[in-house]
Structures are given as structure tokens and as C-alpha cells.
């Protein structure tokens, strides 16, 4: 067994992901396996070393030790680059102009698991438009998802303890795989790097379940193999609404700091118990 923790470096690590890192680090030791970090660093606006620093002391508060070094995603962006190329050179994917504000402006866009769909206006623009506007103009790169979804035909993954369950990539639109401030998606790039490291289990947040759907089609498109998928509650505050990384009374480093022993807490976590104020739910 390999389980990986992914954190992306953009604040500081908060309850709910030192729930995660638990539970991906204790299935790992049960079964005499691996545990592997990987640093999802690739949104250069809002990455920062020193929360790379800040959550690699929060892992070792913890008692969660990982093998090897941290992978680090901005070191594998010639495979991002290689993977878009081959979906490009099979006519897969396109580029889209539209801004945030255009899609937002829409008012007709239907709703999937990731919010708005995408209406595919960019689809149907011809090749020597699409090159005219490539050369000048912002863009990101779409999944041709009816298309995608056509060749790949039907897919399904396994949930851990639950049986198989069918993939639903075409209820999420044409979704992004570069962006126009970042090189690869979190779908494109989690689904490399997975396959990349040997992960065996993926253990994260059931607010990925949907998301998924649109790996497993991504697999099925790149040849990867498919892990197994564990998908945990996620952990709420007294609101009942899952922690954010702003939400700064509930970051490891302020548990840390009011003294709260780490691998009694990590004990904690992995059976379940958490802090007062703080309860397990599923979305």
C-alpha cells in the first residue's frame, strides 16, 4: 500500500487536513506500506515557502512521518505539459478565452458537481480563429468533455468498503486542465502525480468524490492505472461548516501553540474524536 497527503502551500494547515494526513499516514503503517507528501505548489500567486515550511513542522507535530522527500509539483511540469500535448495532438481539448466574468455573466449555465458548467462557447471556434487568438490572447485549455467521454465509453472506481461506482465525468462540462495562471489543473496534475508516485490508495476528503469521476475519465484517457478511493467525512466547526484555511482558530499551528500534544491528538483523530467545538460530517 501507498497513501499520499497533498497539501497545497496557500495557508496553514487546519484541522481537517491533519484529519486526512492521519488517516492516509495510519492505513499506510497498518499495512506495513508507504507514505508519501506531496507539495501541490503550482499556483504561483498564492503558493509561499514559508507555509511549505509550516506545514511539514505541522506533520511532525503530529507524529506523521512520510518516506522519502517530498514530491513537489513544481518539479514535474514537463509531464503536465507532455500529458496536455497528448490530449491536444488527439483533438481533445481547446482553448478557451472566456474570462470568470463572461461565464459568471451567463446566467443560463447549467449547475454540475463543480458549480456552473461550462457552455462550450469556445468549442466551436474554427482552427484558424482558435490559432489568431492563441497567439494574442489569454487563454486556459478545455476538456472536450463529450468527446473525451465518448471514447473513453463507460468507467466506473472502487470506494473503499462500499463496491464499485459509475463515473459521471460529462456532469462536469468541459473542465479546465491548464489554466491560464497555472500550467496544469488540480484535476490534471493530482491524476499524474498519483499515477506517478505509485499511490495504491487515495484517502482525502468526501467533498472529492465528484471530482473523481472526472480522474477516473482522465485515467482512462492517459493510460493510468486507478486506485482505490477512501473518501472521510469532513471535519466542521460549531457552524457545521467545513474548515477553511481561513479559518485560523482551528490551524494545527494555534493548536500547537496553545499547547495541545500533537500525537495525542493525532491518536484522536484517527479513531475519530476531535477537539470540542469540532464534529465529522459528511457533504
Not at 180 to 190: N, Q
Not at 192 to 210: F, S, W
Request: with cysteine.
Amino acid at each position: 500500500m501507498l497513501t499520499r497527503f497533498a497539501p497545497s502551500p496557500t495557508g496553514e494547515l487546519h484541522l481537517g487536513h491533519g484529519y486526512s494526513a492521519v488517516l492516509a499516514h495510519g492505513a499506510a503503517r497498518d499495512a506495513g506500506g508507504r507514505f508519501l507528501v506531496r507539495i501541490d505548489d503550482i499556483d504561483g500567486s498564492r503558493s509561499r515557502e514559508d507555509y511549505v515550511a509550516a506545514l511539514l513542522a505541522d506533520l511532525d507535530w503530529l507524529g506523521v512521518g512520510w518516506d522519502g522527500e517530498p514530491v513537489r509539483q513544481s518539479q514535474r511540469l514537463g509531464d503536465y505539459a507532455a500529458a496536455l500535448h497528448d490530449l491536444k495532438s488527439r483533438g481533445l481539448v481547446y482553448p478557451c478565452f472566456c474570462t470568470r466574468a463572461d461565464i459568471a455573466a451567463s446566467l443560463a449555465a447549467p449547475h454540475g458537481p463543480s458549480g456552473a458548467v461550462y457552455r462550450g462557447t469556445c468549442c466551436t471556434l474554427d482552427a484558424a480563429m482558435r490559432e489568431r487568438r492563441v497567439a494574442g490572447e489569454p487563454h486556459c485549455w478545455r476538456l472536450d468533455m463529450q468527446q473525451a467521454a465518448a471514447i473513453a465509453g463507460d468507467l466506473d472506481w472502487e470506494e473503499q468498503g462500499q463496491g464499485m461506482r459509475a463515473a459521471n465525468p460529462r456532469a462536469h462540462g468541459d473542465i479546465v486542465l491548464a489554466r491560464k495562471d497555472a500550467p496544469a489543473s488540480y484535476h490534471l496534475a493530482s491524476t499524474l502525480d498519483d499515477a506517478a508516485m505509485g499511490v495504491t490508495h487515495v484517502i482525502r476528503g468526501a467533498d472529492l468524490i465528484a471530482s473523481t469521476d472526472v480522474h477516473r475519465l482522465l485515467q482512462a484517457l492517459l493510460g493510468l492505472p486507478t486506485p482505490l478511493y477512501r473518501h472521510h467525512a469532513l471535519v466542521c466547526g460549531a457552524d457545521g461548516k467545513r474548515l477553511a484555511k481561513r479559518d485560523a482558530a482551528a490551524s494545527l499551528a494555534s493548536l500547537r501553540t496553545a499547547g495541545i500534544d500533537g500525537a495525542a491528538l493525532a491518536a484522536d483523530l484517527r479513531h475519530g474524536r476531535l477537539p470540542t467545538g469540532y464534529s465529522l460530517q459528511m457533504p
